[in-house]
């Protein structure tokens, strides 16, 4: 089975919209053809996980995106982060150092993307989220349990890259 894809998206894949946006889109796609799917269906909201710092790929990730033409599409929303931006004693510098300025860093770095930073694992608490019959891309584990049931919207669970990929 092949996956079938729409002029806008064929341009992505082929690199015509820049580096960053082909590469989301061969993520988009590697996934897809992964779930066997015959074609894409556009999204409305996402709620992303990949600002979560765990080392040096996430920075990596989210600065290539940036130095190379990315942009969102859609309302994009921030899962928690490992470090507080309002509070740096929650986990002090002193602790590890370079951990903590990096997920400083990759913090900034999705807000300068276009993210909205919510900062929070259970976004289904704020007001504006998505709604019934929405197709949507989260990456948290309880989000994806809350919005598929108690919301109503449509998601799976999207791992850190293809989340941002999405959006």
């Known amino acids: ?16 919209e820049g580096k960053a ?3 989301a889109m ?14 894409l269906i ?6 992303v996980d990949a600002c979560f710092y765990t080392g040096q790929a996430h920075v990596d990730f989210v600065r290539f995106l940036l130095e190379n ?9 921030t899962n928690n982060g490992v470090v507080s931006l309002a509070d740096p004693t929650l986990r002090p ?37 998505p709604k019934l019959g929405d197709h949507i891309a ?6 994806v349990s809350y919005y598929n049931s108690a919301v109503g919207a449509r998601t799976n669970k999207y791992g850190d890259y293809l989340d941002v990929a999405c959006a």
């Open 1 to 16: 089975m092949s996956l079938a894809l729409d002029a806008d998206d064929r341009a992505r894949l082929e690199g015509r």
């Open 21 to 23: 946006m082909q590469l």
């Open 26 to 39: 061969r993520l988009v796609v590697q996934a897809a053809q992964n779930l066997d799917a015959e074609r």
């Open 42 to 47: 556009p999204v409305t909201f996402a709620h």
């Open 69 to 77: 033409g990315a942009r969102l599409s859609i309302p994009t929303w």
């Open 93 to 129: 510098a002193a602790e590890d150092p370079d951990f903590v300025a990096g997920a400083g860093e990759v913090m900034r770095l999705y807000a300068e993307l276009g993210c909205v930073p919510t900062w929070t694992c259970a976004p289904y608490q704020l007001p504006g989220g």
């Open 138 to 143: 989260v990456g948290e584990s309880n989000a």
